[in-house]
């Protein structure tokens, strides 16, 4: 009985897997000459193809529609390239990069291929630049760095240094890719021992607009190395991130998941809020969630509790008590497991080939706050819930603790914007999978309607935050203002010194633009 719950709660991802690998959508009947054509970009890519050969995929090759299955959602599995470069070297990018400000022919650059919006990674009828031959993973001389290749995902990075029981600060999914997850910040399990996987970058080799390859780091461009932690896709192409090592014993982590039925669940929303209060154990880290389960027509929660080390005999370290405590439906025993067997168990739980939509609000930790969130997101499922074709609907909660604030502000601090004094905070994520484009609008629509009545709500009590976590917005949504006016400034003037011909935001139009 209890273990049923969660059996129903793992069904509902799966059973719309089956809905998965959809793609390629064969139903369009462009050739590759419309493509080639649709923004004048047959020249550019017809001589990357002479230069480059294998390195390049046009439309007719059966490459080009594996390459597009590599990406997570649906949406920007379904865009389609003029061409497809691989590079091998910075030197790879500097030319592509020349040749599009030559040709005019615009494109997008793809590590991990996560974001799920069309456009943020692929490029309708433009150069998208796949960076996932520039996987190295290497770790430096004095073993206090390695240096890791965007065309990495978080379980390559993990797996090599596993070995060795040392870690970097990466990601919670084994597919995310290094690029994506550490340019917009990257929360981990270790951020509370170590913050952002951003805080954590000693050095980013980056190509800039010219061709040019340059090493920013606190010492030598530290203004650009300033502008990276945070800045995404604006200032260049980055070839390689040195990353900060740590030892991590074994390299075991805790992770419990407890499913407890219904939203709000008040007892957990106070012990999430006190939890990011109380900020005792810089090991534990949470994740909290509502999640929709459309057969059963159902609410549940999901409490996912993550501690960074393995615990004696398995058992619940005493930080998550409050959670535990609750009656629940069901939880996990056996809960230490190595870094690369969680983050690749959470994958198989997020397949590709599905529709998606990822959105994000900030606001101050309040539980009164909380619950009404979480009821106004329940309000609006309810209107939709039973019409969208395999939805599967997600409310999620972070604390953004004090101690991750003050981490952000070693190496001189990044472009977030945020401020220890005003901490802590709460990251409100909604997500959704779906499985057919007919849905999108009202699935958007419903979750734009999400976004403004729980801003409207928490403007009212003071509480509200101007932050947005860029690696969970929207397309509607605008990160880069929500670092603050100066902030914003600042990097205007950086990608100005960088960049005075702003190819970076004429010719990648994709993702947030400065
Ligand atoms: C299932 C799932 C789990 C997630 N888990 C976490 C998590 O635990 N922690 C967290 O913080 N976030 C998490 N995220 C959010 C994730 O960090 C973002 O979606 C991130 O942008 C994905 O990175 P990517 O490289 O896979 O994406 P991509 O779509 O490949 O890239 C994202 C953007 O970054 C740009 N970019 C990528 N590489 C480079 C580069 N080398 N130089 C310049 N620009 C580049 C791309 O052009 C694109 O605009 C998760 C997302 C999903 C879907
Ligand atoms: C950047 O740093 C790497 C590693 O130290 C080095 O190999 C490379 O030559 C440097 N590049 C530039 C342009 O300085």
């Known amino acids: 009985m209890k273990l049923d719950l969660y059996l129903v709660a793992l069904a509902a991802v799966i059973s719309i897997t089956d809905g998965a690998q959809q793609w390629p959508l064969l139903k369009h009947l462009e050739t590759q000459d419309k493509i080639l054509n649709r923004q004048g970009c047959r020249e550019a890519c017809t001589s990357l193809k002479e230069q480059y050969s294998s390195q390049v995929i046009f439309f007719d090759e059966e490459l080009y529609r594996v390459e597009l299955s590599r990406y997570w959602s649906l949406q920007q599995s379904e865009t389609l390239p003029a061409c497809i470069f691989l590079p091998r070297s910075p030197q790879d990018i500097a030319s592509v990069i020349r040749l599009s400000s030559k040709t005019g022919c615009p494109f997008a650059a793809k590590s991990g291929g996560h974001v799920p919006f069309a456009g943020a990674s692929n490029i309708a009828g433009g150069i998208t630049i796949d960076l996932s031959r520039l996987n190295q993973v290497t770790i430096n001389k004095d073993g206090s760095t390695v240096s890791v290749g965007p065309g990495n995902k978080w379980v390559d990075v993990y797996r090599q240094l596993q070995k060795e029981q040392i870690t970097v600060v990466g990601g919670r999914i084994a597919d995310v890719g290094v690029g994506g997850l550490t340019l917009g910040g990257g929360i981990s399990f270790f951020s509370n021992m ?57 390299s075991l982590m805790w992770i419990g998941k407890i499913l407890h039925p219904g939203a709000p669940n008040t007892r957990l929303i106070k012990a999430f809020v006190d939890f990011g209060y109380d900020d005792t154990d810089a090991k534990a880290t949470l994740l909290f969630s509502f999640v929709y389960l459309q057969k059963q027509d159902q609410y549940i929660s999901v409490s996912e509790t993550d501690y960074a080390s393995a615990v004696v005999e398995d058992v619940h370290p005493p930080v998550f008590d409050a959670f535990f405590a609750v009656p629940n439906a069901f939880q996990t025993t056996k809960a230490t497991k190595t870094v690369v067997d969680i983050i690749e168990e959470h994958s198989s739980a997020n397949p590709n080939g599905l529709r998606q939509s990822y959105w994000t609000a900030t606001f101050r930790l309040d539980e009164a706050l909380a619950e009404e969130i979480v009821e106004i997101w329940k309000q609006e499922i309810e209107t939709i819930k039973q019409s969208v074709t395999g939805f599967v609907p997600v409310l999620t909660f972070q604390v953004i603790t004090v101690r991750m604030m003050k981490h952000m502000e070693t190496n001189g601090g990044n472009a977030l914007g945020l401020d220890e004094r005003e901490g802590p905070l709460m990251i409100v994520a909604p997500s959704a999978m779906w499985t057919d484009s007919m849905h999108d609008e009202i699935v958007l629509s419903t979750y734009a309607k999400w976004l403004s009545r729980s801003h409207a709500r928490a403007k009212e009590q003071n509480l509200d935050h101007r932050y947005l976590y860029m690696n969970y917005a929207s397309q509607f949504q605008d990160p880069i203002k929500g670092y603050g006016e100066a902030n914003v400034d600042r990097l205007r003037a950086i990608a100005k010194a960088y960049d005075p011909e702003g190819v970076f935001q004429r010719l990648q139009p994709g993702y947030f633009k400065l």
């Open 194 to 250: 170590h913050g952002w996987a951003c805080d954590n970058i000693v050095t980013y080799e980056v190509v800039i607009a010219t061709g040019d390859i340059v090493n920013a780091s606190r010492t030598s461009h530290s203004d650009l190395y300033w502008a990276l932690r945070g800045g995404a896709n604006n200032f260049g192409l980055v070839t390689n991130f040195e990353m900060r090592l740590y030892p991590h014993d074994q």
